[in-house]
């Protein structure tokens, strides 16, 4: 990917070290040679520092891993990512073209390590043009570099094409991503189906939108023996299912978006279309069941980073676009749910280290010797104010606009080599 000669050998002091793959919270030194993790605690023999960099204060951690990351200009977003101490970013197959030929994956690798920012990895498209019909050819997306197939937020209107999906993706063991929400239920909704949508007029998405889909993506699973990941989780009832799915030994797996676990539908406000997410902000006790599947393990945390330009956002509620701004607000968003709900560092980070590296089949996702050098220090009280101008994303689109933060990043690394400090 680049020039050994960049990758130093480099120590990092002074810091307290959380893996939560190892289970380690503690104040230790950490030592990378070659690209990779080479010891913790004491140096490794022979090795001779060409940088130090002293973490006092700070906490030293894997670099986060993303499931769900758009990007639209490549550059900017990679660039978002690395500031928000995120190393590996699941990019979805719902590009411009879709993903969902060889060359089209075999590109966009490419030019992520020209880079040499965050690390991407493609999901690829599940069916061809994500048209629902004909399935992708998922062993060429394989070998060009996808790690699973996904449909993105576009519908499978036929079974049977989901159930023959599931089965080739079984036989080959390919990870299936789906976003449950049945179209028709869901159809020409803006916002959850309750009083705030009553009160403000628009159309609602019902929670049976959600556990339609999730039931019959399970049934499904069953019958295969394929592996199911549930992208973006908005109910209670949802996350029910699930949880009953994995007690009866159904291989699947799910993830929220970390804006869920804030906000619910009455920060619509007055129609702020910065409130404005598919899924929709439901209940707060829906968000809180949204926690408490967070909390325990059952749900990994994603950005769902989706940057929407102003004029997408400018318009009526109904008709803007939905999404927000998230690599750079993964971490303090985190750090902010974790503080409110008393649960140790060690859990929360990792909902967005090694919980979604396993999903995704990768390596990274924690420091353990001979493990990419992948690494983020940050200060976790480190207040700072969100405005546009601090945001390095092209998407300034967030409803948290304005607000304080606690938790800033001051250095990532990838494969060894620094790649953003402060």
Known sequence: MHDE?????IQIINGRLIDPKMGIDAKTDLYLANGRVAALGQPPANFTPQRTIDANGMIICPGLVDLSARLASL???LTAAVAGGVTAVACPPDTKPPLDEPGLVERLVRRSETLGLARVFPIGALTQQLAGEKLSEMISLTRAGCIAFSQAKQPIFDTQVLLRAMQYAATFDYAIRLRPQDHYLA????AHDGEVASRLGLAGIPVCAETVAIATALHLAQETGARLHLARLSSAPGVAL???AKHNGIKVSCDVAIHHLHLSEVDIGYFDSQARFDPPLRTGSDRDALRVAAAEGLAAICSDHTPVD??????PFAEALPGATGLELLLPLLLKWAEETNLPLLAALARVTCDPAAILGIESGSLEIGRPADV??????????????????QGKNTPFMGYEMAGRVHTTLVGGRVVFEI
């Open 5 to 9: 000669a960049n990758i130093m050998q």
């Open 75 to 77: 550059e900017s977003e």
């Open 187 to 190: 159809r020409d909704g803006v």
């Open 242 to 244: 699930v949880r009953a």
């Open 310 to 315: 102003a004029d997408g956002k400018q318009l």
């Open 376 to 393: 983020c220090i940050f200060d976790p009280a480190e207040p700072w104010v969100l405005t546009p101008e601090v945001l390095h994303s």
